[in-house]
């Protein structure tokens, strides 16, 4: 079993519409939850970066963790065509402190005009 | 303004040739990373290295050899290449742990072994 998940999608939604993306995970030990956006041909960009529990906004984007459930989102209001991309989950535990991150596979969504 | 930039972009190789993709960044950061991207399997980290001089075997890192001589380099090499090595690599650097700073990645490299 893989430490994290994550739907591969893809998650097609209308332009305007709020998109909701999640990963669930298994090691407790994570503190340090990130979303990375990446675009087709082209490396990741790091979209939101959370410690520990709790929200954080972002503009249009909107992450969420919650811990009890082992499980973390990410939302994007206001969607636009220029935000299909695939997104990826990453998360890392303070044992780590080198920077060892641990990746779901992405979800893919595409944003129709 | 490069950051992390990938070289060659995009290669196709033969089974037992052998070959080294360079990862140069210019943000003066201490740590850097090589990872492999799968379809279905998500970023799997291959070595890294947390200055120069140093380096350090990730989770694949098997048929795969790095060497960081000078800080702003972090080449990774296939000394005998494989079909299953068929994959797009990506570099990455940080100033530090992951406590304080994000990775910041190139463009990958687009590798073939036929």
């Known amino acids: 079993q893989k430490e994290v998940e994550q739907d591969p999608g893809p998650l097609s939604v209308p332009e305007g519409a709020i998109v909701s993306l999640n990963c669930t995970y298994s090691?407790?030990?994570?503190?340090?939850f990130m979303w990375y956006r990446q675009y087709s041909r082209k490396g990741p960009e790091l979209l939101m970066y959370t410690y520990s529990s709790g929200n954080k906004e972002d503009g249009r984007f909107t992450a969420q963790v919650d811990k009890s459930s082992k499980y973390i989102s990410l939302f994007i209001r206001d969607s636009q065509p220029s935000d299909s991309a695939t997104y990826l989950c990453a998360m890392s535990a303070p044992t780590d402190s080198w920077g060892k991150l641990q990746f779901g596979a992405g979800t893919q969504v595409v944003v129709t005009p | 303004n490069a950051g992390v930039t990938q070289t060659p972009k995009f290669r196709v190789l033969k089974t037992g040739q052998s070959m080294t993709l360079l990862c140069a960044q210019d943000m003066n950061h201490e740590y850097m990373y090589w990872y492999r991207q799968d379809p279905g399997m998500g970023l799997r980290l291959i070595h890294y290295s947390v200055g120069e001089g140093t380096t350090a075997k990730g989770e694949v890192p098997d048929g795969y050899n790095v060497s960081r001589l000078k800080k702003q380099n972090f080449l990774l090499g296939l000394e005998s290449a494989a079909p299953s090595q068929t994959s797009v690599y990506f570099c990455?650097?940080?100033?530090?742990?992951?406590?304080?700073?994000?990775?910041?990645f190139g463009d990958g490299t687009r590798l073939s072994i036929l």
């Open positions: 990455a650097s940080s100033y530090g742990d992951i406590s304080n700073q994000p990775q910041h």
């Open positions: 090691n407790s030990a994570f503190q340090y």
